[in-house]
């Protein structure tokens, strides 16, 4: 799921859910690997959350396959 919020003086933010296949057993991130810097979110708790600060949702959160 993939959300975008934005906060006072226009400052915006991209927020990401990834969701990993149910049969995936352990993950040994290195830094090399795509994807190692991001931080995984669960986007509607955090668009909840962020809404305290001033940040409002510019859309609808959108579902990723």
């Known amino acids: 799921m ?30 090399c690997d795509n994807g190692f810097a991001h931080l995984p979110y669960d986007v509607d708790a955090a668009v909840a959350a962020s809404a305290a600060y001033g940040f409002r949702p510019l859309g609808t959160p959108v579902g990723i396959d």
């Open 2 to 31: 993939v959300a975008y919020v934005e906060g006072p003086g226009g400052h915006r933010v991209e927020l990401i859910e990834y969701f990993s296949p149910a049969d995936r057993g352990k993950v040994e991130s290195r830094p």
